[in-house]
């Protein structure tokens, strides 16, 4: 898999009882002990993952030693411990999670302490494998310091969900001011900030979301953060779909999270020419495309995933996007539902994020 | 629909026997009266096309009259007889066809003789409709000189399929040398011209073709041809298909003409970041694709339309690479089977085009 995740070797620093007294006295520091998420096989999340305390780890000259604050509980990472996702951590004793915020806790004598400082705010950037702990040592490099004066879940949570939405807004299709795109499981936080992000750069937006109780509100809510048209998909059930659009013209990008009829309706929402792009597969069901979509229409179905763009050279890049979009929260112009929940009720919030507690909004782990 | 085809104005250009009268005084020649292949609404087309006499044709300053020497059946002009295809001439008296050679006739007086002369063998450039007639006068410019010293229905049949195939080979993905393309009904003229053409350029190709008695003789035909690998999709239901690559490099292009279950394989086929093409839907099942083969497989699916190609500004281009294609044919680079069947047998060229006689060569009629 050319795309493998950087993999912090936080179960592997821990250092065993005999190895830390044997090396404590050459290591200039060491963090303090964690409380850390594992899993020792793939398997169901509430089977397999376990609450446990971890020694306390080594702070090399280069490293950063980070108390976290904040982590949330994304689909992806269930995935992971399932084992249904590509890129895997070794086990036993890895730790889950992928993304977070922290607060610098301490340096190794190496780092630049004009770049850190004890008490930034600071996430894995890239996001890296073994978030949900309550100290994690990597190097200086693997840390972005981030703006602390917005809420911290949004921090904890910016980087999966809204750089994907940003990034599908910029990757594919060259969108001017005026056009349109449509995009379907509109009330995922992606589909949230595609609406917010998409509505400052001046572009409409088509959403489709699922037929149920409650999607009155549903829509009511995703017009007021600026969706043009919010349709259910029994609305789409028609033969000519796109009398919807009224005076927008068609669509040159959708998105689909969903696939099955979802992505069916997204392609014929699309233009000539247009570009649906696959971020999730939330029916698990596949996508099905006409020949003639392809031959006579021109359409073309491509794919995005996150860990791979950034295990790219983009770096720099992310990190500068990932400032934009804290600006936009502090502006209050980008917004999601989220709930705190303590580290110690992590097991509730595991339940809450499987789905055993109904809709839930999306858990964020409070360390 | 942005593809229009240009629609050769032939019928229109007929006069009528009181209209030849009144205009043979003014104009400076005619066309010979022609028999054509004509529909005057669309249907099955043993039952719409007829064969009929058209008058004769005014030859203005600037057009040439070409006498017809060869044109074929295509399953695309089927299609547009039965008026499934997006672009449709209009009807009444629509004449069918689509590509075919001819040999020049009489010019017009303003058209330069150094460009055409008679007895040059010319073919619509861009093609154009009404292509199953005796005569047809169109504008110099429509026409494009090709050399005629290869079999005519070579010449006949060079746009449709093998620019079809040369295009997808050079449109879509950077192939080099040594690099592997896989395409499903590779026995179909396009599928063997892309297995010769690849060939000449240092491809590898894997072949895809259905399971039928007598598919031992075709993969024999497919090899000669320069066919690395040539599979029957029973032979592709396991679990590893990418075991059957041997020593050559995974696919990053792949070309469908089939759908269903033989799209299916060309994706399992290909490697991460690999395009799959699709330019035809023989079986008449759609494609079928996996949320995981976009996200981590990163797979693109495109579509290819030659019509819609040919109508954007690649006419000098087109006439290039057919001029490059009738070259193989005259080197014996290029070839693959066709029936000659003269034009007064036409009704059962068109049995045997539309599959009444069992699996038959191509049909090209002879004028």
Not at 178 to 207: E, F, P, R, Y
Not at 289 to 301: E, G, N, P, Q
Request: charged residues 20%.
């Amino acid at each position: 898999m050319a795309a493998a995740a950087r993999l912090l070797p936080v179960a592997a620093k821990r250092l065993t009882t005999t190895a830390r007294a044997r090396r404590l006295s050459t290591s200039t520091s060491t963090s303090p002990p964690a409380t850390a998420v594992l899993y020792d096989q793939h398997g169901p999340p509430d089977k397999v993952l376990r609450v446990a305390e971890l020694p306390a780890a080594e702070i090399g000259e280069r490293d950063v030693c980070v108390r976290m604050l904040a982590a949330p509980i994304n689909p992806s990472d269930l995935n992971r411990v399932e084992g249904v996702y590509p890129v895997r951590p070794p086990l036993p004793a890895a730790v889950a999670g992928y993304e977070g915020v922290g607060q610098v806790h301490a340096l190794g004598g190496a780092v630049d302490s004009r770049l850190l400082s004890p008490g930034d705010w600071v996430i894995p950037s890239p996001p890296s494998l073994g978030t949900w702990q309550t100290y994690i040592v990597n190097p200086a490099t693997a840390w972005h310091r981030v703006r602390s004066d917005v809420p911290p879940q949004y921090v904890a949570t910016v980087t999966v969900n809204p750089l994907t939405a940003l990034r599908m807004l910029c990757d594919f299709v060259n969108l001017a001011p005026g056009d349109t795109l449509v995009q379907n499981g509109a009330t995922s936080i992606v589909g949230q900030c595609v609406i917010q992000l998409a509505k400052l750069h001046g572009l409409h937006t088509i959403n489709i979301i699922r037929d149920r109780p409650g999607s009155q509100e549903a829509k009511d809510k995703l017009k007021q953060l600026g969706a043009d048209h919010v349709f259910t998909e029994s609305q789409l059930d028609i033969k000519n779909i796109k009398s919807l659009l009224g005076a927008l013209p068609e669509p040159a990008l959708g998105l689909n999270c969903v696939g099955g009829n979802a992505a069916s309706v997204i392609l014929k929402f699309l233009r000539q020419g247009g570009t649906m792009v696959t971020y999730g597969g939330m029916s698990k069901k596949p996508v099905t495309v006409s020949t003639s979509s392809f031959i006579f229409k021109d359409l073309s179905l491509r794919g995005f995933w996150l860990q791979k763009w950034m295990s790219s050279d983009k770096a720099e890049e992310s990190r500068t996007m990932i400032d934009y979009l804290l600006d936009l929260v502090h502006e209050g112009k980008l917004k999601y539902e989220m709930e705190l929940t303590p580290f110690s009720d992590f097991h509730l919030a595991l339940d809450k994020a499987l789905g055993k507690h109904g809709s839930q909004p999306k858990q964020v782990l409070k360390f």
